[in-house]
């Protein structure tokens, strides 16, 4: 299982309430027995489990999924009380059984069940399109569709992650002209943006322990809002404005988009320079805390490089805030901006370099890329997780495509694919008779893979290592042709 980052104890103090709203902290057992009633639109990674927990904290909650081909099977698994989303999540499919048993949450195609709702959380998809622009179908059909169902102190609340802007200058006026309700309590419907920071494989737990920041359209629907999450938010409740919190959510990831191409640009180096990138990285990163302040975050923390960045999130965030800033800036910098959209173009490369390495091994292995036998160690967007949204996988297969490369594809956890690849689930068949071993995803299964293996099974002693998983002194000292990104040959 990834380890992920666990939030240092002291974030509480590091952060700081917004302008006049409340600071609150701690789960506030008393507003469950309100019998509010929530409606949240879209059972995805964000929806399920927040819905889950709100609902196994007292509130009746409904879930609202369209029936698309793509999700509609949904509707009927959650109702059966069974999870959809694979992977390992700690306690989710507990919890969702538990809630749908207790007839505390149930789901329905039908976005006129808005109606019974105090407070209607939207947690929709909104993916970029190839040119970076944010495709706001979804979010904009489901406003028109529950706009026509508000009546004022209704709550709406937009989780999914936007552009800045997007919440005061499309969302609102579009419930405004459904409704016929000005936004803004007491008087219309209450308004927030409060973005989720959900993480696969740690879905529940991130909703529970991470600080939950509140962006309300005025005080009201900010105080309203931040105790509705405090029923089930441990790590802090935070109010702010729309367009501050917008910011927060994209920059967040924005900020670990930069650090992962900076870990990337210096791995390029150090293979032209033929040093290793992890050794760098150790002793970069072994730079100690400055004595006053032993507790604070590192004070650096190269991240990792490797053959691309994935997921839903990462690879879009940036170019939401750009988009946000591209078309409701209130005035335009005179500097232009260069680093967050660089860092996602050298990290959409990655997987290029993958294949540059490749063709270089195979050509020093006096073997032509054209037609020969790739074994891809790794389908999905990250290790130990069957979550292949944007994976760098599928950037790599396409180039072997185009350099006339035949490949085998193994992952442990994703099974079959949306993109029609044939995943091959056993890992032998998988490496046997092939020229080159391409390491995409770290998954824990490939941990244990030895050289004998490999040297029985590939055609061409070939290793292609995107994630720090071979030694190279070893590799080749067992007779392989070894290439690795941030590996350089020691001149
Ligand atoms: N990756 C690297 N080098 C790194 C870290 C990640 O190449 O040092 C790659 C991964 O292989 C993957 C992609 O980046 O392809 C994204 O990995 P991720 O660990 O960021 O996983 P995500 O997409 O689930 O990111 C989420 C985000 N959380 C939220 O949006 C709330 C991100 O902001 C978190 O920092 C991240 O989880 C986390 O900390 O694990």
Redesign the pocket.
């Known amino acids: 299982m ?1 380890v ?2 666990q939030i240092s104890g002291d974030v509480a103090k590091r952060l700081r309430p917004g302008p006049a709203k409340p600071l609150f902290d701690g789960p506030n057992p008393s507003v469950a027995s309100k019998k509010q009633k929530i409606a949240v639109i879209g059972m995805g990674y964000v929806g399920i489990p927040a819905a889950v927990l709100f609902a196994d904290a007292g509130y009746s909650v409904i879930g609202i999924q369209r029936s698309s081909k793509r999700s509609g099977w949904k509707i009927d698994r959650l109702n059966e009380g069974r999870c959809p989303i694979g992977g390992k999540e700690p306690e989710l499919p507990e919890l969702l059984e538990k809630v749908v048993s207790n007839q505390k949450f149930h789901v329905t195609e039908d976005i006129s069940a808005v109606k019974e709702a105090d407070f209607i959380l939207i947690d929709v998809q909104t993916p970029t399109d190839e040119k970076h622009i944010p495709q706001y179908e979804s979010l904009k059909e489901v406003c028109h569709q529950i706009g026509k169902y508000l009546t004022p102190r209704k709550i709406v609340v937009i989780e999914s992650t936007v552009a800045p802007g997007t919440t005061e200058y499309l969302v609102k006026p579009i419930l405004e002209e459904e409704s016929g309700l000005k936004a803004g309590l007491p008087g219309g419907f209450g308004l927030c943006f409060s973005y ?5 494989g740690r879905l529940i737990h ?1 909703i529970r322990e ?1 600080p939950k920041i509140v962006g309300g359209i005025d005080s009201e629907s900010t105080n309203l809002t931040i105790e509705l999450y405090r029923s089930i938010v441990k790590g802090g409740v935070y109010g702010t404005d729309p367009m501050t919190a917008e910011v927060s959510k994209t920059v ?2 924005a900020y ?1 988009d930069v ?2 191409a900076f ?2 640009e210096v791995a390029l180096l150090c293979e032209a320079l033929g040093t290793d990138v992890y050794e760098v990285r150790k002793f970069v990163n072994g730079l100690p805390n400055d004595p006053s302040t032993p507790g604070a975050n590192p004070v650096r923390n190269m ?12 690879p879009k965030d940036s170019w939401l805030l750009m988009h946000g800033y591209d078309k409701y800036a209130i005035l335009k910098s005179e500097y232009p901006f260069s680093v967050m959209s660089d860092a996602r173009y050298l ?1 959409d490369w990655m997987p290029m370099h993958m294949a540059n390495l490749l063709e270089s091994a195979l050509n020093e292995g006096k073997r032509d890329i054209k037609n020969s036998m790739v074994c891809v160690l790794g389908y999905s ?3 130990n997780s069957d979550d292949s949204r944007n ?2 996988t599928i950037t790599f297969l396409k180039e072997l495509d185009k350099r006339g490369a035949k490949y085998k594809i193994h992952d442990p956890y994703v099974k079959d694919t949306e993109e029609g690849y044939q995943i091959e689930p056993n890992l032998d068949v998988a490496i046997k008779n092939c020229d080159a071993l391409v390491v995409m ?1 770290k998954h824990d299964a490939y941990n244990n893979i030895t050289f004998e293996k490999l040297k029985k099974l590939l055609h061409t002693k070939i290793i292609i290592d995107g994630r720090n998983l071979f030694d190279p002194q070893k590799s080749t000292a067992s007779g392989f042709i070894f290439r690795g990104v941030g590996k350089g040959k020691k001149l």
Do not use: D
């Open positions: 990834k992920k980052t989720e920071r959900v993480m696969v991130n991470y967040e990831n670990r650090q992962i870990a990337n991240h990792l490089p490797g053959a691309g960045v994935g997921g839903h999130c990462l990290n967007f990250l290790e994976t760098p995803v």
